[in-house]
């Protein structure tokens, strides 16, 4: 036996003994998370490449199983949160049907006016009433609550996960710099194994993708192109939360208007970037957190608000309607907005010299110069706004609106002139006529307004159908007028609405509207009947009710039901793609659990071929000690 022979059996042993080490640790880490399988790499040496020796130790794994891993992960992680938040927020509005539902409560208060125009007299039905009302009342507030602490918490959500996603990022970095320094097999796919379940744990967080560089080191960027991590550098990630959330708090790219946390990421030379004004961050727990906090659970709140104000304002609101009216040439509209208050939106339609339609609304104010108005708290944001100052003489109105007519936003948007004139035709102080020229580049279709009865909440017994049955706030509380004085008043009001104390402390007045008004007279509350149940009122397109920057003219009760309606829609649709998306992250980490995670059937099997091989060169190496043993001997 020549001393090659004992070479290759001595170097076989050896790097059998190396492949038993490697499919052993295999087994041994069956089910360990983050673990990827390994193989050990032989180079064939000696005379005639008749020998062979240990190469080097690889995990085998891949590449394009695991960037579909991380996708789906990201994916899971952002519908998981929407449906999970969208299923509590559904749930805040009650079992559909249910007496305890938003829609039975609205339902018991329209059933106790109805009960009321069948008895006026009855001072039973009209404690019922109040008592429904302030029910109803309760029932938006609470929803609404419900709705802010969601929001809180996932300010608060959103917080955590930041920390957490910048801390991986630093762990990235620093297991890069180790990866860079091991010479080591072992030691290094063990670095490996432990990098990339820290890069499957932050594409939880946000989109990422991994590119990894000839050292062996990655680069980690979002999917909108961001580099978070470059070999030793690391992004840190901070998010300034501002605790318990309100209505009224909002996101801005402006840092002294914005009223919630945002994320910003601090670059290892100093430089910041906010990720949720540069729209970085598009899946994930922290995309979803974003979402659900600045856009799905803030238009919950607005469907809350436009209900109450839709509540509120149809019992105690008339509907001016104009009718039309032509002088020396002009053609347009005579309307009465006697007792016009501030926030009494004016809604002009036009058709613009291309034949489109559009609308002109002119905001009353009572402060000088008027209220801005942000348009997203207008019926149609689409539209030219303009607010303008509304005086306490009625006689003043029309060279107000005139002036609000005439400016500069108004001639460029209708590109004709108008003209702004007190109705006589109409005959009362507040009566105005407003023209356009009949030749003019733009030809008026229609003007409405909705018209506050009372001055204040007191005045319950107006001589009118229409009483301020809702306020806003407690206690003596105010009128409900959609007024921009002072903020928006429609910001919050769902969590605001109140019974009017003066309703309450004199039911008769849900009948008299005078003191001459007979006791079972049906007008009022035949009046408040159809005003929540028949009449049409234009809720805002900020709902999202009738679609995408399109109001949405329905019945106050209906609207309720439409509401509810969706919100369980939007509730299925996200459960729905979550149980998608949930399949999908099982496909992809089934497909690299194929390549790369460890199948005992499999190691076993090799495992008993190596001992076979190890046998093998041990027999050899064996008959060579018996030879030289024999030579010895001789």
């Known amino acids: ?50 020998g062979v020796a240990i190469g080097t130790i690889n995990r085998v794994f891949d590449e394009n199983s695991l960037k579909q891993l991380r996708l789906e992960t990201s994916g899971a992680a952002y519908t998981g949160m929407m449906a999970d938040v969208r299923t509590q927020l559904d749930k805040l509005y009650g079992t ?136 030793a550098s690391a992004a840190t990630l901070s998010f300034d939360g501002r605790g318990t959330l309100g209505p009224e708090d909002s996101y801005s790219a402006d840092p002294a208007q914005r009223g919630v946390g945002t994320i910003t990421a601090t670059t290892p030379g100093g430089g910041t970037i906010d990720l949720v004004a540069s729209n970085a961050i598009r899946s994930g727990s922290l995309a979803a957190g974003i979402e659900l906090r600045d856009t799905v659970l803030p238009q919950a709140q607005r469907q809350l608000d436009d209900l109450a104000a839709g509540l509120s304002r149809s019992l105690s609101d008339s509907s001016a309607v104009g009718t039309p009216a032509s002088t020396g040439g002009g053609a347009g509209f005579d309307i009465d907005l006697t007792g016009l208050s501030a926030g009494n939106a004016i809604t ?55 002036d609000a007519l005439s400016s500069e936003a108004v001639t460029v948007a209708v590109g004709s002139s108008f003209t702004v004139t007190s109705s006589a035709t109409v005959g009362k102080e507040g009566a105005v006529r407003i023209l356009i020229p009949a030749n003019g580049a733009a030809t008026l279709q229609g003007i409405t307004a909705s018209v506050t009865q009372s001055k204040t909440a007191d005045e319950v017994t107006n001589g009118k159908p229409q009483i301020p049955l809702f306020v806003d706030g407690g206690g ?29 402390a004199k039911t008769e007045s849900l009948v008299k509207m005078s003191s001459s008004t007979p006791a079972d007279d049906v007008t009022r509350p035949q009046y408040l009947y159809d005003a929540l149940t028949t009449a049409s009122r234009t ?22 039901q439409k509401i509810i309606d969706a919100q369980g829609a939007a509730t299925a649709t996200a459960q729905f793609l979550d149980e998608g998306q949930s ?46 043993d024999t030579l010895l001997r001789i």
């Open 1 to 50: 036996m020549s001393l090659s022979a004992l070479n290759t059996a001595a170097a076989g042993l050896k790097t059998t003994q190396a492949a038993i080490g490697i499919v052993s640790q295999n087994i041994a880490n069956v089910g360990t998370t983050g673990y990827v399988k390994r193989s050990l790499d032989t180079v064939a040496q000696g005379p005639g490449n008749s």
């Open 96 to 231: 559909p049907g249910t007496t305890s539902a938003l829609d039975g409560v609205m339902n018991s208060f329209t059933l106790s006016l109805q009960t009321l125009g069948a008895a006026p007299d009855s001072a039973p039905a009209r404690s019922a009433v109040v008592a429904a009302a302030s029910n109803l009342a309760t029932k938006i507030g609470s929803i609404a609550e419900g709705v802010q602490s969601l929001r809180t918490a996932t300010e608060s959500q959103l917080s955590n996960d930041t920390s957490a996603a910048s801390s991986l990022l630093s762990s990235i970095a620093q297991l890069n710099v180790k990866i860079a320094a091991t010479s080591d097999d072992g030691s290094k796919v063990a670095l490996l194994d432990q990098r990339d379940q820290a890069l499957n744990s932050l594409s939880g967080y946000l989109d990422v993708q991994a590119s990894v560089q000839r050292d062996g080191t990655v680069t980690v960027m979002t999917n909108s192109g961001m580099t978070l991590v470059d070999r």
């Open 348 to 402: 002009i339609s036009f058709k613009d010299s291309n034949g489109a339609q559009r609308n002109l609304i002119l905001v009353p104010s009572s402060s000088n110069p008027p209220a801005a108005v942000d348009r997203t708290d207008v019926a149609d944001p689409l539209a030219t706004i303009v607010p303008f100052t509304v005086g306490s003489d009625p006689t003043k109105l029309s060279a107000s609106i005139a």
């Open 476 to 504: 003596k509380g105010r009128l409900f007028t959609g007024s921009f004085d002072g903020g928006s008043q429609l910001t919050g009001f769902a969590q605001r609405i109140a019974v009017n104390p003066a309703v309450a």
């Open 539 to 560: 809720f805002s397109a900020a709902s999202g009710i009738g679609g995408i920057s399109a109001p949405f003219t329905t019945s106050v009760q209906d609207f309720t």
């Open 583 to 628: 399949i999908a992250l099982a496909t992809a980490q089934g497909r690299f659990a194929s390549t790369s995670g460890v199948k005992i059937d499999e190691e076993m099997s090799k495992l008993v071929g190596l001992q076979t091989a190890y046998t093998a060169n041990a027999r050899v190496l064996t008959a060579a000690r018996d030879m030289l």
